[in-house]
């Protein structure tokens, strides 16, 4: 699952201007773009805001390391209130 959140933070979220920013990221459909929502790592709008990690600039691979790392300790901490 890690993996995927890798593919959707580098091509969804990576590019300086991604395409649909703000739109990019479904509500439904796979457990990282709940993860995404929930964690404030949807679009670039929320990443500005909640991550100070600015637009218009690709994200470097620390920063999508970061974002991928947010989405793996909510996802643990989901999978383990279900325990």
Same mark, same amino acid.
């Given at each position: 699952m890690l993996?995927?959140?890798r593919d959707?933070? %580098?091509?969804r979220?990576g590019?300086?201007?991604?395409?649909k920013?703000?739109?990019?990221?479904?509500?439904?459909?796979?457990?990282?773009?709940? %993860?995404?929502?929930? @964690?404030a790592?949807c679009?670039?709008?929320c990443?500005k805001k909640?991550? %100070?990690i600015? *637009?218009g600039?690709?994200?470097s691979a620390?920063?999508?390391?970061?974002?991928?790392s947010?989405?793996?300790r909510w996802? *643990?901490? *989901? @999978?383990e209130s279900?325990?």
């Open positions: 993996e995927h959140a959707f933070v %580098a091509k979220l590019p300086a201007h991604p395409a920013d703000g739109k990019q990221t479904p509500w439904r459909g796979h457990p990282i773009f709940i %993860a995404q929502h929930a @964690t790592t679009c670039r709008g990443l909640w991550h %100070a600015e *637009r600039q690709p994200l620390v920063q999508q390391a970061h974002i991928v947010v989405l793996e996802l *643990r901490t *989901r @999978t279900v325990d």
